[in-house]
């Protein structure tokens, strides 16, 4: 099989594996309990959050908050600040490029009154910063801006955008960091609070990682035991915590050398497509490594999925929560990408499991591909 559907989900690792299963059959207790074993529980807890500090921002403490993944990290972050600032600044920006765990929940909060502006997007996917800037008054209490788009690949200015948000301090910037963590060298000194989810980086599903400047910002979304600073009740699950913090530690271990894989990999199968009429590239050159977006015109992108499948070659269409909602892709529409090219693509995402020889049997196999739908192509 030649999985290239990373952006997905990827291969647990052996170690975050073993580390989930060492601690469940070790420190099983609860943290929350007052005894020597919750005590030793709690510390450890402790320790994971104080240690996911100095593996991704050893410069600016933030409030670690663990969650199931980015969906629910997502929600807290967004609806917490948003009702915090609903009385003086009820303004939010986003873009139409967001996943929907923000795009929803960004609808949802109109919904409850909250003023939604959209920020335009530049042709090769960027947030339009110029329009960005004029979005911004007194009342914007909320920005939210994915860093690496889960689609096409292309990266953000977060930098930029910390910068423009200087001259509003009531406006906090979220950053949905889902496919950015140990794919490229992330810069985050100045976000206000972060979303993260292992799955994307070799862990587990079920991982997930809000980070906050500052945890009182927070109205709580649940309610219950009064958990991880009664932002996210329920009984820690310790394992999957450690465990989270081993999957962050081998993809930052490695991202020099990933980067450069993952980037050759990218240039090669470029280069590859670039050789066959009718296939186009829609993802920009200065992208993450991992993600390759590309268009059959004139055929659509589930009948490619599927033809990619019966050769055990495992692609997207457009990302896997929206492959079947069978609508336009609204990124790619965002982007001015022409309706065959939006119709007929399809995601190849990489990862570490990915090999010079699934390249080489890609390659090899999508001869096949390309001779049974070459009639059709524009
Ligand atoms: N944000 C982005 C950019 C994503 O790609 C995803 C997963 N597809 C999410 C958020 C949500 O992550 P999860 O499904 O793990 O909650």
């Known amino acids: 099989m030649i999985y290239f559907d990373n952006a997905a989900t990827t291969q647990p690792h052996k170690d975050v594996l073993d580390s989930f299963v060492k601690v469940n059959e070790s ?6 309990s007052p005894h020597k074993m919750g005590l030793q529980a709690e510390k450890i807890l402790l320790q994971a959050k104080e240690r996911i500090n100095n593996f991704l921002s050893p410069t600016q403490q933030y409030d670690v908050i663990f969650t199931s993944g980015a969906t629910e990290s997502n929600n807290i972050a967004l609806k917490g600040i948003a009702y915090r600032k609903k009385q003086f600044a009820n303004e939010i920006i986003t ?4 996943h929907p765990s923000v795009l929803e929940v960004m609808r949802h909060l109109e919904e409850e009154g909250f ?7 530049t042709e090769d996917g960027q947030i339009d910063m110029e329009h960005l800037a004029s979005l911004m008054t007194d ?4 920005v939210t801006c994915m860093y690496v788009n889960n689609i096409m690949g292309q990266i953000q200015p977060i930098e930029q955008i910390v910068e423009l948000l200087k001259e509003y301090p009531k406006a906090h910037i979220h950053v949905d960091a889902v496919q950015a963590l140990g794919k490229i060298p992330m810069k985050i000194q100045g976000v206000n609070s972060l979303s993260f989810s292992g799955h994307k980086f070799n862990g587990l599903k079920g991982q997930g990682l809000l980070l906050i400047d500052n945890k009182e910002k927070l109205e709580p979304i649940m309610h ?4 991880e600073y009664g932002l996210r009740s329920g009984t820690v699950n310790l394992a999957m915590n450690v465990s989270l913090v081993k999957a962050i530690a081998l993809a930052l271990d490695n991202l020099g050398e990933r980067h450069r894989r993952l980037s050759s990999f990218n240039k090669e199968l470029r280069t590859f497509f670039e ?6 590239i829609n993802s920009p050159e200065n992208g993450a490594p991992q993600i390759l977006n590309i268009a059959f015109s004139g055929v659509k992108g589930e009948v490619l999925v599927n033809a990619f499948s019966k050769l055990d070659i495992m692609v997207s269409t457009t990302s896997a929560c929206s492959s079947k909602r069978g609508k336009l892709n609204e990124v790619l529409l965002a982007m001015d990408i022409r309706e065959d090219k939006i119709e007929g693509s399809i995601r190849l995402s990489l990862g570490d499991t990915t090999t010079a020889q699934d390249i080489e049997s890609f390659k090899k196999k999508f001869e096949i591909i390309y001779s049974e739908v070459k009639e059709l192509l524009k």
């Open 27 to 32: 420190v099983y207790f609860n943290p929350n």
């Open 95 to 98: 873009s139409v490029l967001e």
């Open 115 to 121: 003023i939604l502006k959209y920020v335009d997007v």
């Open 139 to 142: 009342k914007v209490g909320l």
């Open 224 to 227: 219950g035991g009064g958990q």
């Open 275 to 280: 050789n066959y009429k009718g296939i186009y």
